[in-house]
């Protein structure tokens, strides 16, 4: 669960109050300045290429403010506060709840639930097996719940992200096979059934990332 590169930058009580300080003005609280000063900058991957590290601000204190919706493989939590090189392709997350049951609270879950994909990270592994050269990298981070006064680790955040000399060829790639979907990259949140097991088959294609804490 990588437990030692969590961050805590605020205290549950904090953290509480800036959500129903919002929810009183009727505001989304990711909007706000004060929310982001208390995200922690985690490194997500070190680029294979050229050694920089893709870093992103996100909210491990709760599952609350996770979603899959709209990310699209642009970015792990959030599109702002995210800084990489130009060698990424994509960026992918995926929440294991340990067979915890979130609740619906100012503390956990928003009245909406939740909206994440797999459990388990998978690749797409005909990009892997094709003669364009490419990387992925996998990283964890705990998400924790909110347990009396504590930040608590209970869940696992699983992040792949895939690199190459050269994005475009790949991204044309992807949009060749996605041609008869919506968007090619509906394929990162729903693996087709036909060759489902490569796709979760990470052992042939990852490098595991070795991340550091970013402040």
Same mark, same amino acid.
């Given at each position: 669960?990588?437990?030692?590169?969590?961050?805590?930058?605020?205290?549950?009580?904090?953290?509480?109050?800036?959500?129903?300080?919002?929810?009183?003005?009727?505001?989304?609280?990711?909007?706000?300045?004060?929310?982001?000063?208390?995200?922690?900058?985690?490194?997500?991957?070190?680029?294979?290429?050229?050694?920089?590290?893709?870093?992103?601000?996100?909210?491990?204190?709760?599952?609350?403010?996770?979603?899959?919706?709209?990310?699209?493989?642009?970015?792990?939590?959030?599109?702002?506060?995210?800084?990489?090189?130009?060698?990424?392709? /994509?960026?992918? =997350?995926?929440?294991?709840?340990?067979?915890?049951? +979130?609740?619906?609270?100012? @503390? %956990? $879950?928003?009245?909406? *639930?939740?909206?994440?994909?797999?459990?388990?990270?998978?690749?797409?592994?005909?990009?892997?097996?094709?003669?364009?050269?490419?990387?992925?990298?996998?990283?964890?981070?705990?998400?924790?719940?909110?347990?009396?006064?504590?930040?608590?680790?209970? /869940?696992?955040? =699983?992040?792949?992200?895939?690199?190459?000399?050269? +994005?475009?060829?790949?991204? @044309? %790639? $992807?949009?060749?096979? *996605?041609?008869?979907?919506?968007?090619?990259?509906?394929?990162?949140?729903?693996?087709?059934?036909?060759?489902?097991?490569?796709?979760?088959?990470?052992?042939?294609?990852?490098?595991?990332?070795?991340?550091?804490?970013?402040?």
């Amino acid at each position: 669960m990588n437990e030692s590169l969590l961050q805590m930058k605020t205290h549950p009580d904090v953290y509480v109050k800036i959500f129903q300080e919002a929810k009183s003005r009727r505001a989304h609280v990711g909007d706000g300045d004060v929310y982001w000063s208390l995200i922690p900058l985690y490194g997500v991957a070190r680029c294979p290429y050229c050694d920089t590290v893709y870093t992103e601000k996100m909210d491990t204190y709760t599952l609350r403010q996770w979603i899959v919706w709209g990310a699209d493989g642009f970015c792990i939590f959030r599109m702002k506060h995210k800084s990489h090189c130009s060698h990424l392709v /994509y960026a992918q =997350s995926f929440t294991n709840l340990h067979g915890i049951i +979130p609740q619906t609270s100012d @503390t %956990e $879950l928003d009245g909406r *639930g939740l909206s994440l994909t797999s459990e388990v990270p998978h690749v797409v592994p005909f990009l892997l097996e094709s003669d364009l050269e490419t990387h992925s990298v996998l990283h964890s981070l705990p998400i924790c719940r909110i347990e009396g006064d504590q930040f608590v680790p209970r /869940y696992t955040l =699983s992040m792949v992200t895939m690199f190459a000399p050269d +994005p475009e060829p790949v991204l @044309t %790639e $992807l949009g060749k096979w *996605g041609a008869d979907m919506e968007s090619w990259r509906s394929l990162l949140t729903f693996p087709p059934r036909s060759d489902y097991e490569d796709w979760y088959d990470l052992e042939p294609s990852l490098f595991v990332g070795h991340s550091q804490i970013f402040t």
